[in-house]
């Protein structure tokens, strides 16, 4: 048996230390606290596939605009909480170039990342109808938004969609909304963790059922435009992303800058709320929050109170880089192509080394590559696999963390530039050795 780069008590000394019991169960930034503690303490290099840190450069339209609106001056004057009017124009424009619905600029709010945007949504919907008191996420999920009801002290449940694709769905969604208590339906598309991307017949679906029980659906588009399947850049014509919004009014759509615009540091994302939902109102939310309108609420309300709206200049630079892609100007999906290219090679590296990609179809298609992907290895669990792969300098997160029901892991490409593939090959190689 060959030597693996990291040793076991290394492990479980950094575990001990950071008084992490369970791998398996830890959060994103529990992992990465851990694997920065484990190559601090080595010397060693891991590949990181844990957290989804874009590793392109920012776009220059975005940073220079952010730069020209610190020289005018607004770090010093609050924004106002439902966001610059640039910005509100042009997130109305980009999903009408991209998606092809409209939302008017006045329903569109920037927010602190779509951490933020979730967070204020969440509450919001979890507030309309005290007989809908629970949240339903498609899962697989992003594991912190869990954390987010958690903290807020509202109630979700979910189902793995592994076995629930195509028209099973329709019976899947009816199981849990016919109990009247579901507020709405969250999912994202594509999906983090498992990459699928849901067709325009379930997306359809999704809709019919939120209309026939008047719930909100909450499509989180923080991979917006990374199906990379499709033919992409041509803003104001099909194809567009796919979405929910097509099919119903009953809406919400989450357009961070983070991923499709490796704006992440900044955090910045517009929460895009259909016209109807956001001028609609609700005996409860007047009732608990002083405001009967959902738009009202969410902004004077929800956003004022968290952080009393988004950093000035993100705004200006987010507004740029949308205003460019509107324009026809900033080719963005050109850029993130990346990720599809080296998640095309990374599965190839753990197949050949024995490992099985998970959910692996769009029904009948096969799974796009892109921002992540799902591996297993015979029929251990997530845990154990994390706990072996980090022996050899290789980090990632459960699927277990992400409401899935299957065994595995979640491995995210982004931080695996074209140099570290042969590090990966490597450190696969001993792998594929030793099992
Ligand atoms: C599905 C999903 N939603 C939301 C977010 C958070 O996005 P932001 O960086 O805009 O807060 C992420 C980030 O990884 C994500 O994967």
């Not at 503690?37 to 010397?43: F, H, P, R, Y």
């Not at 997130?91 to 006045?106: L, M, Q, T, W």
């Not at 990346?338 to 298609?365: C, H, P, S, T, W």
Request: proline share 4%; with cysteine.
């Amino acid at each position: 048996m060959a030597n693996t780069p990291i040793c076991d008590t290394v492990i479980k000394e950094q575990c001990r230390k950071l008084g992490i019991n369970n791998i398996g169960k830890s959060t994103i930034r529990e992992i990465v606290g851990l694997v920065n503690c484990i190559e601090k303490e080595t010397g060693e290099k891991f590949v990181r596939m844990e957290m989804g840190v874009p590793s392109l450069k920012p776009p220059k339209v975005g940073t220079e605009a952010e730069i020209k609106a610190l020289n005018d001056g607004v770090a010093a004057i609050y924004p106002m909480v439902d966001g610059v009017p640039e910005l509100k124009k042009e997130a109305s424009r980009f999903v009408k170039n991209f998606i092809g619905v409209d939302i008017s600029p006045e329903c569109c709010i920037p927010t602190v990342g779509s951490m933020q945007g979730g967070y204020a949504t969440f509450l919001t919907c979890s507030n309309l109808d005290p007989q809908k008191d629970t949240a339903l996420f498609i899962d697989p999920g992003f594991p912190v938004q869990k954390q987010q009801f958690n903290v807020m002290g509202h109630k979700y449940e979910s189902f793995d969609v592994y076995d629930y694709r195509g028209e099973k769905l329709r019976d899947k969604l009816e199981s849990y909304l016919s109990k009247g208590n579901i507020n709405s339906i969250i999912y994202s598309n594509p999906n983090n963790p498992s990459w699928i991307c849901f067709t325009d017949d379930e997306l359809k679906i999704i809709a019919e059922v939120a209309d026939k029980y008047d719930a909100i659906v909450i499509e989180d588009l923080a991979y917006f435009r990374m199906d990379f399947r499709d033919d992409t850049y041509h803003p104001g014509f099909p194809p567009y992303q796919a979405s929910v919004a097509n099919y119903t009014d009953n809406y919400i759509l989450m357009i961070s800058g983070s991923k499709a615009f490796s704006y992440a540091g900044q955090r910045v994302a517009v929460v895009a709320i259909s016209d109807k939902v956001f001028h609609r109102s609700y005996p409860n939310l007047q009732k608990r929050f002083g405001r009967d309108q959902f738009g009202a609420t969410f902004v004077m309300r929800i956003i004022y109170a968290l952080s009393s709206g988004v950093c000035h200049s993100a705004q200006y630079g987010l507004a740029a880089m949308l205003k460019a892609a509107n324009d026809g100007t900033f080719n963005f999906i050109k850029d993130i192509e990346e990720y599809g290219k080296r998640a095309e090679k990374m599965k190839k590296l753990f197949v050949d080394a024995g490992f099985n990609i998970v959910y692996d179809k769009d029904i009948d298609k096969d799974l796009a590559d892109g921002f992540y992907f799902t591996i297993t290895y015979k029929d251990w669990t997530g845990d154990k696999l994390l706990e072996e792969l980090l022996h050899y300098g290789i980090s990632a997160i459960t699927l277990d963390n992400t409401g899935s029901k299957k065994y595995g892991l979640r491995a995210c490409v982004s931080q695996i530039t074209p140099d570290k593939m042969e590090l990966l090959e490597k450190r696969l190689e001993i792998y594929k050795q030793n099992h």
